[in-house]
C-alpha cells in the first residue's frame, strides 16, 4: 500500500487530506495511509455533535479552535499528544466489508497486535461489550469520543487506547485511528460544556476510561516511530498490506484543497 508523507499541520489542512485519500483510491485503486498530527491543538467535534455540547468561550481562552470532522459522535482534543491515522481502502479490496460495524474487525485487530508487539495487554472490544456500555453511558461522558467504546475499538484493561471512526464513499472506505502517547483527562473535560461540579466527574471519568500509552509503559514511553513501526509491522503480517513510501499525486492534492474550506474553524 501506499504511505503518504507525515505531516502535522494546521486542522482544516489535516481534516481535508483524509477525503483527498478516498478520491485518490480512483485514481490508483490502491490502499493508502498517512501518519499525522494536528498543531496547534485543535477541539475535533463528531460528525453530528451539538454545538452546545462544547464549550467555545473555554477554547478560545485555551488557544484551541473548534473544527467539525466528518467522522465520529464525540469531541476529540488533538494535540501533539494524539497521533492520527488515515487508512484508505478501495471497494474492491478483499478486507472490505458493507457490514459498517464488522469492517472494524481487521483493523481492531491489528491495533491490538501493535501494541502486543509493544509490550501492553490489549485487545479489541467486543461488539456485544461495546453496546452494552453506550446503553449505559452518562450522556456527559458521551460529549467526548474517547470516553465512549464502539465495536473492535482497544482496550488496556479497562481503558481505551485506540479509538476508530469511518467516512465511506463510493470509491471506498477512510479509517481513521487516534492514539494518546500522553492522556490529560482534564484538558478534555475543561472543553465540554457542563456545570463546574460535572466537570470534575468528567475528568474523574476520563481518567478511568481512557489511557495514554505513557501511563501504560512508564518505565520506556513509546514514541511516535514505535507505534507506527508496530502498526505497520502488524499490518502487513496480519492484513498483508506493506507500507511503501509515495508522494500525493495531482488529484489529491486538488481533492485536498476543494475540501479544506469544509474543516474552516467554528467562530465562537
Not at 23 to 52: F, H, K, N, V
Not at 87 to 109: F, M, N, Q
Not at 206 to 229: F, H, M, Q, S, W
Request: negative net charge.
Amino acid at each position: 500500500m501506499r504511505r503518504l508523507p507525515w505531516s502535522d499541520g494546521p486542522a482544516d489542512a489535516e481534516l481535508a487530506a483524509g477525503p483527498a485519500l478516498l478520491a485518490g483510491l480512483e485514481q490508483t485503486g490502491a490502499p493508502a495511509l498517512r501518519w499525522y498530527r494536528i498543531l496547534p491543538s485543535a477541539l475535533l467535534l463528531g460528525s453530528a455533535q451539538q454545538l452546545d455540547e462544547i464549550d467555545l468561550a473555554a477554547c478560545a481562552a485555551r488557544g484551541v479552535y473548534a473544527h467539525r470532522r466528518r467522522s465520529g459522535g464525540g469531541a476529540v482534543l488533538s494535540d501533539d499528544s494524539l497521533l492520527l491515522l488515515d487508512l484508505a481502502l478501495p471497494r474492491a479490496h478483499p478486507l472490505y466489508r458493507d457490514d459498517v460495524t464488522e469492517s472494524y474487525r481487521w483493523i481492531g485487530a491489528v491495533w491490538a497486535a501493535a501494541l502486543h508487539e509493544m509490550g501492553l495487554d490489549a485487545h479489541p472490544i467486543p461488539v456485544a461489550a461495546a453496546r452494552a456500555d453506550t446503553a449505559v453511558l452518562d450522556p456527559l461522558i458521551r460529549r467526548v469520543c474517547f470516553g465512549g467504546r464502539s465495536p473492535y475499538e482497544t482496550l488496556a484493561g479497562e481503558r481505551k487506547v485506540v479509538g476508530l471512526a469511518q467516512v465511506r464513499r463510493r470509491m471506498g472506505a477512510l479509517y481513521q485511528a487516534g492514539v494518546y502517547l500522553r492522556w490529560s483527562p482534564e484538558r478534555s473535560a475543561g472543553l465540554i460544556a457542563a456545570a463546574p461540579h460535572e466537570h470534575d466527574t468528567l475528568e474523574h471519568q476520563l481518567a478511568g476510561r481512557v489511557a495514554g500509552l505513557a501511563e501504560l509503559r512508564p518505565e520506556r514511553p513509546p514514541d511516535v516511530a514505535e507505534v507506527i513501526g508496530a502498526f505497520e509491522a502488524a499490518l502487513a503480517r496480519l492484513a498483508g498490506l506493506a507500507p511503501a513510501d509515495d508522494g500525493w499525486n495531482d488529484a489529491e492534492r486538488a481533492a485536498q484543497a476543494a475540501e479544506q474550506p469544509r474543516y474552516a474553524a467554528i467562530a465562537p
